[in-house]
C-alpha cells in the first residue's frame, strides 16, 4: 500500500520548455514534502522542500506546489535544462512516525531533450 | 569537508557469503538510515538509527543486519539469508530536528556472482 505515489515512471521534455512532475500521497499527517534527483549510481541529492502548510515555494527554476485537499503536489522546473535529466523522488514525511523518516514514491525519470 | 561516505563503491559477492557495508558520517547527525534501491521500486528502508546503541526495521530487514556503535558510523551486513540481495545500497542521514532532509551517500553497488 503506496502512501506516496509518482504515477509516471517516465517524462520527456524539450529543452526550454516546463517539466511538471506529479506526486500523490494518502496520509494526511505528511508535514513536509521533498523532491530529490538522482543521477544512475550516485545518491539523490535534495532539490526543494514545502511545509504542509503552505501551497508553494519556490528556488529559481524549481517550485512545488502543494494541494492539500487534493493530496498532490508537483514540482515545476522552467526552463528545463538537458542537465536536469534525471529520476526525480517525492517524499514525504509523517511527524507522527519514525522522526526524520522519508516515505518515498518510485520516481519519475525526467529526459530533456536538447 | 562535512558529508557522508559509503565503501566500498562496487562490491561483489558468492552466493552465501555475508558482506559488510561501511557508512561514515561527519555531520554530527543523530539518526542514521539504509536504503536499497532496485530498478522500478524507489527507494526502502531497511534500518534506521535515531540514537547510538538503537535502531529500528524498516520495511525490508530480513537477511539484513546493523550495528550502531558510533554516531559517526552505521554498518549493514547483507547476510546469506538475503534472497536477493543485488542491489543498489543508499546510506543518509538527518539531523534530529528540521524539515525530514536527508543527505545521502554515494551508494554502493552490490552484485551477488
Known amino acids: 500500500d503506496q502512501q506516496v505515489k509518482q504515477n509516471s515512471p517516465s517524462l520527456s521534455v524539450q529543452e526550454g520548455r516546463i517539466s511538471i512532475l506529479n506526486c500523490d500521497y494518502t496520509n494526511s499527517m505528511f508535514d513536509y514534502f521533498l523532491w530529490y534527483k538522482k543521477y544512475p549510481a550516485e545518491g539523490p541529492t535534495f532539490l526543494i522542500s514545502i511545509s504542509s502548510i503552505k501551497d508553494k515555494n519556490e528556488d529559481g527554476r524549481f517550485t512545488v506546489f502543494l494541494n492539500k485537499s487534493a493530496k498532490h503536489l508537483s514540482l515545476h522546473i522552467v526552463p528545463s535544462q538537458p542537465g536536469d535529466s534525471a529520476v526525480y523522488f517525492c517524499?514525504?514525511?509523517?511527524?507522527?512516525?519514525?522522526?526524520?523518516?522519508?516515505?518515498f514514491g518510485k520516481g519519475t525519470k525526467l529526459s530533456v531533450k536538447p | 569537508d562535512g558529508g557522508i561516505t559509503q565503501s566500498p563503491k562496487y562490491l561483489f559477492r558468492k552466493e552465501g557469503q555475508n558482506v559488510t557495508l561501511s557508512c561514515e558520517q561527519n555531520?554530527?547527525?543523530?539518526?542514521m538510515y539504509w536504503y536499497r534501491q532496485d530498478p522500478g521500486q524507489g527507494l526502502r528502508l531497511i534500518y534506521y538509527?535515531?540514537?547510538?546503541?538503537?535502531?529500528q526495521k524498516g520495511d525490508i530487514a530480513e537477511g539484513y543486519s546493523v550495528s550502531r556503535e558510533k554516531k559517526e558510523s552505521f554498518p549493514l551486513t547483507v547476510t546469506s539469508a538475503q534472497k536477493n540481495p543485488t542491489a543498489f545500497y543508499l546510506c543518509?542521514?538527518?539531523?534530529?530536528?528540521?524539515?525530514?532532509?536527508?543527505?545521502f551517500g554515494e551508494g554502493s553497488r552490490l552484485t551477488v556472482l
Open positions: 517524499a514525504a514525511r509523517d511527524y507522527g512516525g519514525s522522526q526524520g523518516n522519508l516515505i
Open positions: 538509527s535515531q540514537i547510538v546503541n538503537d535502531f
Open positions: 555531520l554530527n547527525h543523530d539518526a
Open positions: 543518509a542521514s538527518s539531523p534530529t530536528r528540521g524539515t525530514g532532509e536527508l543527505f
